[in-house]
């Protein structure tokens, strides 16, 4: 386990600039409008110092609507070929993406989520790493609890109701399914990075997260 760090308080304030700008134009009009999206929890989400916030994957809308919800810019990773391109590599580093090259497994994710959070960022991770066709978590990885016993800092559990429906096998088009969006109990960092206490995190990770992915969608 890495020695504790002093972080920044937040993220550098043009990206947080840039999120805000975003967030209001674009990303909560449609979340709140065309998703008719719902969002709980939003006083347990730290205002200030980094977290890894781990959550369910069922779209790509997910970055995005967890950035909206949370108030704060949260920093994903992204294949390293876009960062190669001039004018998208600068907008996708001021909104959080960090670089992951292919191949590098597991160790270059997590060097990229520690760098992110030196800089006082939130970091993203989903927790099965991948999308689910129902949106639960089933197979849980332990990078999230990784990272978080390396840095020694919270995970906030985070759980996206209804992104599985938003894309139908028989339309292109994004439907306007209805989101709720519920924010859980910030988890401690793991004691040690040794593999049992890793696997405990997560599964506490991931029951909150089916856990509130459970509740009745219109219940505040």
Known sequence: MESQNVYPDREPWLSFALYRGLKWSLVRP???????????????????????????????????????????????????????????????????????????????????????LQKGWLVGVFLEGTRTEDGRIYDPKLGAAMIAAKAQVPLLPVALGGVENIFQPDSPWPQPAPLTIRIGELISAPSSAKRPELERVTASCQSQINDLLDLDPLAP
Not at 42 to 66: C, M, W
């Open 30 to 116: 449609l979340l709140t409008g065309y998703f008719r999206g719902r969002v709980y929890g939003r006083e347990r989400v730290p205002q200030k110092g980094p977290a890894i916030v781990v959550s369910n994957h069922g779209t790509y809308f997910d970055p995005p609507f967890l950035s909206c919800a949370l108030n704060r810019p949260v920093a994903f990773m992204a294949k390293e070929e876009l960062f190669q391109i001039p004018l998208l590599n600068t907008a996708i580093r001021l909104y959080g993406a960090y670089p992951v090259k292919r191949g590098s497994g597991d160790r270059g994710a997590i060097r990229a989520a520690l760098a992110a």
